[in-house]
């Protein structure tokens, strides 16, 4: 795993650079952990909580422990009615998890979200940044298989 302080050495000592700050720490860390937060704070001289304000503004960035993999099931309109609601349901049976939950192996964590865009392919699933579509519960087993 990448240090805090690796990464932190990238930058210059900037506010400025404190959003793309972040989404490194995101990246190498999959979330923002409390000494990240302080790191950043006392590196660039910005306040805690205008940190954790942005942190938790965005939802590319999290401030508790994430999976390797995110698995967000959209529940947009489109979605919903084509059979959203059932998908979810199937992938937390199969997580043992429940929506905005993290595997125990840290693995996976599985998002509820209100729409990916892809209306017409519904339902839809993200799998970090891949797309599987037109989804029932019989085949949302093999999704998951994929990822390591």
């Not at 302080?5 to 923002?32: A, F, H, S, T």
């Not at 959209?74 to 009615?81: E, F, K, L, Y």
């Not at 199969?94 to 996976?108: E, P, Q, R, S």
């Not at 839809?124 to 093999?142: F, G, Q, R």
Request: aromatic letters at 6%.
């Amino acid at each position: 795993m990448v240090e805090i302080k690796e990464i932190l050495d990238r930058y210059p000592d900037k506010p400025d650079v404190l959003i793309q700050l972040l989404l490194d720490v995101q990246g190498e860390l999959n979330w923002i952990p409390k000494e990240a937060v302080q790191a950043i704070s006392r590196k660039l001289d910005v306040p805690m909580s205008q940190i954790y304000r942005i942190a938790s503004f965005y939802t590319a960035m999290s401030l508790e422990p994430r999976g390797k993999h995110v698995v967000s099931v959209c529940m947009g309109t489109a979605c919903h009615v084509r059979g959203a609601p059932k998908i979810m349901d199937k992938m937390q049976d199969i997580l043992g998890i429940k929506a905005g939950g993290t595997t125990k192996n840290m693995k996976f964590t599985l998002e509820r979200v209100n729409c990916v865009g892809c209306c017409a392919l519904g339902p839809v699933v993200t799998v970090d940044k891949d797309y599987h579509s037109k989804l029932t519960p019989a085949n949302v087993n093999n999704i998951l298989e994929n990822y390591s």
